[in-house]
């Protein structure tokens, strides 16, 4: 996508005037207005480009790694596990002598 306008082509932009031209102080406020919008569009998207290129060398770095088992798995969700297999194989044995 090419931006054919930019900050300073607004700023220097002249218009004509006609026998009913537009009122030039209201022009220039809201052409104003379009080149501060312009450059916080033009700032977002510096910021956004830094930002893909890094995601993707990021995502390219994890790619080379060697795949880990990462399952998410947490102690708390190993010791439930534990648990009930101990149930399972061990029965009511494990609560008779309680």
């Known amino acids: ?24 102080e209201e022009v220039d406020l809201f052409l104003d207005q379009v080149i501060q ?10 910021e956004l480009r830094v930002e893909n290129e890094r995601l993707k060398e990021e995502l390219a770095s994890q790619q080379k790694r060697p795949a880990t088992q990462n399952t998410g ?17 061990f029965g009511s044995k494990l609560y008779d002598h309680e």
């Open 37 to 46: 919008d312009y450059e916080a569009f033009k700032k977002t998207i510096s």
């Open 73 to 89: 798995t947490t102690n708390f969700d190993i010791l439930k596990r534990i648990s009930n297999l101990e149930k399972h194989v």
């Open 1 to 24: 996508m090419e931006i054919k306008l930019d900050s300073k082509t607004i700023l220097e932009k002249e218009f004509k005037t006609g026998m009913r031209g537009y009122n030039q």
